[in-house]
């Protein structure tokens, strides 16, 4: 007979967003790097249950007694005959067998069924744990793709998130000036206080990111710029412009591959004569970039 089983498997990564001007970000794994999963059986698009349901049956199997199983399983005794009753239905056979009166006042076991059950469940749970271990062991430069895996789960309200290597840190009394070089070449500068840059271990070779919200660059061309940050001035083409209650949103993809997106009045737009296919520059302050990293 074929055991429904299904498999999840999941990477958990804890991450604490910033989005105030010149301030830092740091990304934190506090333990060792683990890979762990979870277990669950199904029926069609029913779930049958899961480790607690598991360890529910597991219970009453050694306690005999519903009441002394929901204890032991830290839930209420109507919560445990609820799952047991949901399992019951779901598994299409009685899992779980309830007898009353006799010497022994009754009592309530697993039928064959649910031991099965069991049985089957830890066996490819101890499957499951040998896979994800070795796959923790064998996996090629498994650390390098957990760095890439805890950058796709970063979540932050800035519209700009860039990864880049950091290629130059300048000392300006309490203040320094970090560059931040993008897989393209394009270098973007942020200026932190000296505090930030060795709170976050900046050095010069390590990995970075910067995020800017999309307010704080502005997209011009030609004479246009005039005015405008010098700091970090990336030239690029517009391939996108959305106008909406208006505001407009443009995005400018630069020749390494990287995109900017930046917000502005449609009064602005216009008059700046941005469309898609223009060429033009994205300016923005230095004290409007964020720099975050991966720890």
Request: aromatic share 4%; charged share 15%; hydrophobic share 45%.
């Amino acid at each position: 007979m074929r055991p429904p089983l299904g498999l999840i498997e999941k990477i958990i990564m804890v991450s604490e967003p910033s989005s105030t001007p010149g301030d830092v970000l740091r990304n934190e794994t506090k333990d060792s790097l683990q890979v762990s999963g979870s277990l669950w059986l199904h029926r069609g698009n029913s779930s049958l249950g899961g480790q607690a349901r598991i360890a529910l049956l597991e219970h009453i199997a050694t306690q005999g007694s519903i009441t002394a199983a929901a204890k032991a399983a830290g839930m209420s005794y109507k919560a445990a005959w609820d799952a047991v009753d949901a399992m019951n239905q779901l598994a299409g056979e009685p899992l779980v067998a309830r007898s009353t009166g006799g010497r022994g006042g009754g009592g309530t076991t697993l039928t064959a069924r649910g031991a099965r059950l069991v049985a089957a469940f830890r066996a490819v749970e101890a499957a499951q744990q040998q896979f994800l271990a070795r796959v923790a062991n064998d996996l090629e430069h498994f650390d390098e793709q957990w760095q890439v895996i805890a950058r796709l789960g970063l979540q932050t309200s800035a519209r700009n998130q860039l990864h880049g290597t950091i290629t130059a840190i300048r000392h300006c009394g309490v203040n320094d000036e970090v560059t931040l070089t993008l897989p393209g070449g394009e270098a973007i500068t942020a200026s932190l206080t000296h505090h930030s840059t060795q709170t976050l271990g900046l050095a010069v070779g390590g990995d970075a990111f910067a995020l800017i919200k999309a307010p704080w660059i502005d997209i011009a061309r030609g004479a246009d710029l005039a005015g405008l940050p010098t700091a970090n001035r990336l030239a690029g083409t517009v391939v996108a412009v959305t106008n909406d209650a208006g505001q407009a949103e443009v995005i400018l993809a630069m020749p390494g591959g990287g995109r900017l997106a930046a917000v502005m009045p449609h009064d602005t737009l216009v008059k700046r004569g941005l469309a898609e296919g223009t060429g033009a520059t994205a300016a923005f302050a230095a004290t409007s970039v964020i720099i975050g990293v991966l720890a």
